[in-house]
């Protein structure tokens, strides 16, 4: 026969004690405003102002000199700003037939059967060349530098703000479909 042992069971500890009962504070109890109470004063009477520490002398003017004045310095020439939103968006010469015209499908996603639209988005500058040139949204990688290859190699008619052509982000869908 086996033996078996014999189990203890170990109490809990006492639950903590119960916090005190919250106190009650009377809503009509008065607080008392501290009187201030009034002070005479004798507005005839001058009180001087506090002496203030001398001040130094300015030191002479230069001495009169034969040589010009240096010029000024030259402000720097300021990055033109990139608009988001102008008047008269830039325009694709050639339309976007032409650059869809320029893309060339990657062998290994034609093979793998990748289809979709890729978003490049680019800044045009001034004269309408493709600056900066990024993939913003792609179905697949490797649609990617083919887009971006055919978006740099196309020329746009530049964004216009009061009149005058401006740098502008700008962004194309590049379409990939197979036959």
């Known amino acids: 026969m086996e033996d078996i042992e014999q189990t203890q069971q170990i109490q809990p500890p006492p639950p903590p004690p119960a916090p005190p009962p919250p106190q009650e504070v009377p809503d009509d109890a008065v607080i008392e405003d501290e009187i201030i109470e009034d002070m005479e004063m004798d507005l005839d009477e001058f009180v001087p102002p506090p002496a203030a520490a001398p001040t130094p002398p300015a030191p002479p003017p230069p001495p009169p000199s034969n040589e010009p004045a240096p010029p000024p310095p030259e402000p720097e020439p300021q990055e033109p700003e990139i608009f988001d939103v102008v008047e008269q968006e830039p325009e694709l010469i050639g ?85």
Request: hydrophobic residues 35%; charged residues 25%.
């Open 95 to 179: 339309g976007i037939e032409g650059l869809q015209g320029r893309v060339e499908y990657p062998e290994m996603a034609r093979r793998a059967g990748v289809e979709g639209t890729v978003y490049i988005q680019f800044v045009v500058d001034e004269q309408g060349r493709v600056s900066q040139a990024v993939c913003a949204r792609s179905p697949n990688e490797m649609l990617c530098d083919a887009s971006i290859e055919a978006v740099q190699q196309s020329q746009f008619r530049p964004g216009m703000q009061r009149g005058r052509p401006v740098k502008v982000r700008f962004t194309v869908p590049v379409r990939f479909k197979l036959n």
